[in-house]
């Protein structure tokens, strides 16, 4: 199975910051990588799909880069809604496979 | 707009057989681009992905290797769902369990609800 490693694994930060958290595959997605987001009692929702396009009705200001075994997910500038947990998602190669997450917290 | 609504028991004792189903609306299980699957979560294992069901001119089911001898996911072409069947379940087992879409190439778009299933007598 493809592992798959987020950091950090908790993140403060102030609304307004810009934040970038980072995935690493164990082998090769070539673009097959996803982002989710996930509120406390709440499913995860899906943020970006192919490491960089945005899932309708997604703000602008998440983007995500990548390939190969690196990723990342940015948030250009952190709104109050954002605080949350974040996963990415491999999708080349089943079973499908999640990070361990990465909690945003309030600074 | 596709929904999917989950329904099953919230307590299972242990070395019985979990048994979930998601109902969809606004798709169909028998899409040609899409997948159906079921996942879970817990504090200690994260999201797993557990398998998915999907028809392309023929029904395949896969699963993963973690749990596949005691896992079994069907589609139900009649009431449009599609359901998770784990046996001889253990207190491990115990986790919130959603199912979802995945769109071909396009990550799961679609998420049930989540049910909490714990595993105790």
């Known amino acids: 199975d493809i592992q798959m490693t987020q950091s950090p694994s908790t993140l403060s930060a102030s609304v307004g910051d810009r934040v970038t958290i980072a995935c690493r595959a164990s082998?090769?997605?070539?673009?097959?990588l996803a982002w989710y987001q996930q509120k406390p009692g709440k499913a995860p929702k899906l943020l970006i799909y192919?490491?960089?396009n945005l899932e309708s009705g997604v703000p602008s200001r998440f983007s995500g880069s990548g390939s190969g075994t690196e990723f990342t997910l940015t948030i250009s500038s952190l709104q109050p809604d954002d605080f949350a947990t974040y996963y990415c998602?491999?999708?080349?190669?089943?079973?499908?496979?999640f990070g361990g997450g990465t909690k945003v917290e309030i600074k | 707009q596709v929904q999917l609504q989950q329904s099953g028991p919230g307590l299972v004792k242990p070395s019985q057989t979990l048994s979930l189903t998601c109902a969809i609306s606004?798709?169909?299980?028998?899409?040609?681009?899409?997948?159906w699957c079921w996942i879970r979560q817990s504090p200690s294992r994260g999201l797993e992905w557990l398998g998915r069901?999907?028809?392309?001119?023929?029904?395949?089911?896969d699963y993963a290797g973690s749990a596949k001898s005691r896992v079994t996911i069907n589609p139900d072409t009649s009431k449009n769902q599609f359901s998770l069947q784990l046996n001889s379940v253990t207190p491990e087992d115990t986790a919130v369990y959603y199912c979802?879409?995945?769109?071909?190439?396009?990550?799961?778009?679609?998420w049930g609800q989540g049910t909490t299933v714990t595993v105790s007598s």
């Open positions: 082998q090769s997605l070539s673009t097959w």
């Open positions: 069901t999907y028809y392309r001119s023929k029904w395949y089911i």
């Open positions: 192919k490491t960089s």
């Open positions: 606004g798709d169909s299980v028998s899409s040609n681009s899409a997948a």
């Open positions: 998602q491999q999708y080349n190669r089943y079973p499908l496979t």
């Open positions: 979802a879409r995945e769109k071909d190439y396009s990550g799961m778009d679609v």
